[in-house]
């Protein structure tokens, strides 16, 4: 599937090919969340570039390999059959949306009795990101197989998330009311460089679990005293983060994967010998907790926690998430086997919430729950797939067994931060943010590539 071919280069253009797309790819880890999380236009169009001048640098690359790219066959198999039902119904499209009028109007398919989308455009908008983050699935699964490239991978994601983590406790601990550079009203529910409070919650719980798995990694090394100190506070400003945030679902997640890793490290630090380094960690521990209490009362914890008090009064039937959940009922069955077609949720939405007048109002872009999304777009057929390549990729990522202490600890990371966006994913809607999708998407091709690290030590 991935055939292997040598072309004599001289060494630097060699080194160019094999190594330029996976620093690459690490400086888009950085880029994503810094570019607003990629959820205006134009930072998601450059992301899309950025992913396919890596990947396409990555098959350039295999010119001057001696070896397979390290991709799991099943996944290599999954991701054409995505790509092929998205841009099939996309190039079959059955109607075409009138913005001005929101209405569909009819044309002709190439093929009349196949499935296809309610509106080209759109569809092949969302293909084309869809399409660049497999890419970087592909990309991500080769690097990760090689230990220098998954750590530097994993390096990359806890520090990249460190800085956006002070950037918004700064702004929190400051009472700013728009992120620091922007000369317009945002919202007074953003985070960081995210607007939107439940995309900072979810990347906080994306990148979380990893810094988690990087302090107990160094406080199980005795001599590692300079990066325990680091990741120990790391993962307590993620904590203060997930507590001033004003994600209610973040908040829960967060401590649910603190509760995890709590009996994570508590195994680990069983193991004999650690016992000097661990009085020093306490002390570590100490301060950070201290340091954390601080952050929080600093940082205005009053706000966040306004928004659980009013949680009882916002569960009722005039919820209009709940009213939502009523349309999207209404919205599966005529979605069929297939779906309306990749990207046409918000387009479709509004011609089944007429009943509801103006209960809910506003642009609906997503349905606050990717499961439910996810039918409707690529129908059952579609949508059995994302669950077998997301679901399968999270499976494996704690099924690896006799791995050393780092790799062990990194996928349960990544397993976890997985567990909690597929959490996170029922009420909101992470699997939709171009920054959030490129995680997950790394973090789906490190379980998909597990089963192989033990066997593939070789780096190139």
């Not at 890596?54 to 001696?66: E, H, K, M, N, P």
């Not at 790509?83 to 996309?90: D, N, P, S, T």
């Not at 994601?157 to 700013?176: E, P, R, V």
């Not at 642009?363 to 729950?369: C, D, E």
């Amino acid at each position: 599937m991935f055939p292997p071919s040598r072309l004599d280069l001289p060494e630097g253009a060699s080194t160019f090919l094999i190594d330029g797309p996976r620093w690459l790819f690490l400086a888009i880890l950085v880029y994503a969340p810094w570019a607003y999380g990629c959820t205006p236009r134009p930072a998601w169009e450059a992301l899309e570039i950025l992913l396919f001048a890596a990947s396409s640098l990555w098959f350039l690359g295999w010119t001057v390999r001696d070896d397979r790219p390290a991709i799991h066959p099943v996944s290599v198999a999954l991701a054409y059959l995505l790509l092929l039902q998205g841009w099939f119904m996309a190039a079959n499209a059955r109607f075409h949306h009138d913005m001005e009028k929101h209405a569909f109007n009819p044309v002709t398919p190439l093929l009349s009795w196949a499935p296809g989308t309610v509106d080209a455009e759109a569809s092949i908008t969302t293909m084309l990101r869809i399409t660049a983050l497999l890419m970087a699935f592909f990309v991500a699964s080769d690097m990760a197989a090689r230990p220098r490239w998954r750590q530097r991978i994993w390096w990359t994601a806890g520090l990249t998330g460190l800085s956006i983590i002070l950037l918004g406790l700064l702004q929190k601990a400051t009472d700013a009311q728009m992120i620091f550079w922007e000369y317009r009203n945002t919202t007074s529910q953003f985070f960081a460089t995210y607007y939107y409070h439940g995309n900072a919650g979810s990347y906080i719980n994306l990148v979380f679990p990893l810094v988690a798995g990087l302090a107990v990694l160094f406080i199980c090394d005795r001599n590692a005293h300079a990066r325990r100190a680091l990741w120990i506070a790391t993962a307590f400003l993620f904590m203060a983060a997930a507590a001033v945030n004003f994600s209610r679902s973040g908040q829960v997640i967060t401590f649910l994967l603190l509760i995890v890793w709590l009996f994570v490290a508590a195994n680990e630090l069983r193991t004999p010998g650690l016992l000097p380094g661990r009085a020093l960690t306490v002390a570590y521990v100490g301060i950070a907790a201290a340091a954390l209490a601080g952050l929080i009362i600093f940082s205005g914890w009053q706000r966040a926690f306004e928004k659980w008090k009013i949680l009882q009064e916002q569960v009722n039937g005039e919820n209009p998430r709940l009213l939502a959940l009523r349309a999207i009922r209404r919205m599966i069955p005529d979605a069929g086997w297939w779906g309306f077609g990749p990207g046409t949720f918000e387009l479709a939405f509004p011609h089944y919430t007429q009943s509801l007048n103006r209960a809910i109002a506003g642009i609906w872009r997503y349905a606050h729950n990717d499961y439910l999304q996810t039918i409707l777009e690529w129908g059952w057929i579609g949508a059995a797939l994302w669950a077998v390549f997301i679901f399968g990729g999270l499976a494996k990522c704690f099924a690896a067994r006799g791995l050393p202490r780092a790799d062990r600890l990194l996928l349960i990371g990544a397993g976890l931060a997985l567990t909690g966006a597929a959490v996170h994913a029922l009420i909101e809607f992470p699997f939709q943010i171009a920054s959030l999708q490129l995680y997950i998407v790394t973090y789906l091709a490190m379980g998909w590539g597990s089963g192989k690290w033990l066997i593939r030590q070789k780096e190139t």
